[in-house]
């Protein structure tokens, strides 16, 4: 099994900028990003596997970075230029190996409001 544990979000106003960050109990193959907007359904923010190849959504590219450090078990996601529409409930994602049970943290809330 593999813990999670997230940090950062938060409050930030549009154009902003915001760091989550999530520690793993162990060593993965991937760790990642998604997302819960209020009413819809949980998807995709960006992924990142120890080799360092990388899958992210559409809607963040070019302002999202995601980050690993293997080292560390940690994974790290910085937003830019945030938007009001990525207002959402934020869950670090990890599997142990590929096609392997997905483990989820806790969630953390980032919203983006003026």
């Known amino acids: 099994q593999v813990q999670l544990v997230e940090s950062g979000g938060g409050l930030m106003q549009p154009g902003g900028s915001l760091r989550l960050s999530c520690a793993a109990s162990?060593?993965?193959?991937?760790m990642g990003w998604y997302r819960q907007p209020p009413g819809k359904q949980r998807e995709l923010v960006a992924t990142?596997?120890?080799?360092?190849?990388?899958n992210s959504a559409v809607s963040v590219k070019g302002r999202f970075t995601i980050s690993r450090d293997n080292a560390k078990n940690t994974v790290h996601l910085q937003m830019n230029s945030l938007r009001p529409e990525d207002t959402a409930v934020y869950y670090c994602?990890?599997?142990?190996?590929?096609?392997?049970?997905?483990?989820w943290g806790q969630g953390t809330q980032v919203t983006v409001s003026s």
């Open positions: 994602n990890s599997r142990i190996v590929p096609g392997g049970t997905d483990y």
């Open positions: 162990r060593s993965t193959y991937i």
């Open positions: 990142i596997t120890s080799r360092g190849t990388i």
